[in-house]
């Protein structure tokens, strides 16, 4: 079984900003973070 990933608040931080951005879609920032789509 594989251990949930724990994401540090820069990490969490940097990826909200570029969504905020709204330079890219949601699933492009997922998919380079290798996220899921649902916030």
Do not use: C, G, H, W
């Not at 949930?4 to 879609?25: A, C, G, I, M």
């Amino acid at each position: 079984m594989e251990k949930r990933n724990r994401y540090t608040s820069d990490f969490k931080t940097k990826v909200v900003l570029e969504v905020l951005r709204e330079e890219q879609t949601v699933n492009e920032i997922a998919a380079k973070y290798e996220l899921s789509p649902v916030m």
